[in-house]
C-alpha cells in the first residue's frame, strides 16, 4: 500500500493505492474509521494520478461521475451496496431503505447504513447521497457538514 494526500474543499484528502496502483481508499481527514498510519502504508505523491485527476475535475465543477479503478476491501453485501450508491445520479439522494429495497432486501436499512459508513472510497463512492428515511442528513464517517458540502456542490454540476 501507498498514499498520498491532496488537498480539497473539504480539506485533505487521504488516497491509498495498493500494490498495482489501484485505488482502495479515500479518506476525508479525521474521518470515522480512519485507518492508523501503517495501514496507510509510505507516501507516494505519485500513486492515483488518475482520482487526483477527476476529484480535481470534480471539484471545479465539471465532471458528476467518476471511472476510477478502485479495489475496495469489503463483504459480498458491502460491495452490492457500494455499487448500488455509484447507481444514485449527482445531486440526487436515496434513503438507506430505498437501497435496500433496491438490492431486494426491505427491512435492511440498517445493514446498509453499516455498509455505507464502512465504505472506504468516500466521494468516488458516492456515500453521502444517502439520507434518513425523512430526508434528514444523517451520519456520514466523513461529517455531515461534508455530506451537505457534496450534496450541494452535486446539485450545481455540469451533467
Known amino acids: 500500500m501507498k498514499?498520498?494526500?491532496?488537498?480539497?474543499?473539504?480539506?485533505?484528502?487521504?488516497?491509498?493505492?495498493?500494490?498495482?496502483?489501484?485505488?482502495?481508499?479515500?479518506?476525508?481527514?479525521q474521518q470515522k474509521y480512519y485507518p492508523d498510519a501503517a495501514a496507510l502504508g509510505e507516501r507516494d505523491d505519485t500513486i492515483a494520478a488518475d482520482a487526483v485527476t477527476q476529484l480535481?475535475?470534480?471539484?471545479?465543477?465539471?465532471?458528476?461521475?467518476?471511472s476510477v479503478a478502485t479495489a475496495a476491501v469489503g463483504t459480498a453485501?458491502?460491495?452490492?451496496?457500494?455499487?448500488?450508491?455509484?447507481?444514485?445520479?449527482a445531486?440526487?439522494?436515496?434513503?438507506?431503505?430505498e437501497v435496500a429495497t433496491a438490492l431486494g432486501k426491505p427491512g435492511a436499512s440498517r445493514a446498509v447504513g453499516?455498509?455505507?459508513?464502512?465504505?472506504?472510497?468516500s466521494i468516488i463512492v458516492p456515500c453521502h447521497r444517502l439520507v434518513?428515511?425523512?430526508?434528514?442528513?444523517?451520519g456520514y464517517a466523513g461529517g455531515v457538514q461534508r455530506k451537505v458540502w457534496l450534496l450541494e456542490h452535486e446539485r450545481t454540476l455540469i451533467p
Open 114 to 121: 453499516a455498509a455505507t459508513g464502512r465504505n472506504p472510497i
Open 91 to 97: 445531486g440526487q439522494t436515496r434513503t438507506y431503505g
Open 56 to 66: 480535481g475535475e470534480y471539484f471545479a465543477g465539471t465532471r458528476s461521475a467518476f
Open 132 to 138: 434518513g428515511a425523512s430526508g434528514a442528513m444523517t
Open 77 to 89: 453485501f458491502q460491495h452490492q451496496v457500494w455499487a448500488a450508491l455509484g447507481e444514485i445520479p
Open 3 to 29: 498514499h498520498r494526500i491532496i488537498d480539497s474543499p473539504l480539506g485533505p484528502l487521504t488516497l491509498v493505492a495498493d500494490a498495482s496502483g489501484v485505488l482502495c481508499a479515500l479518506y476525508n481527514d
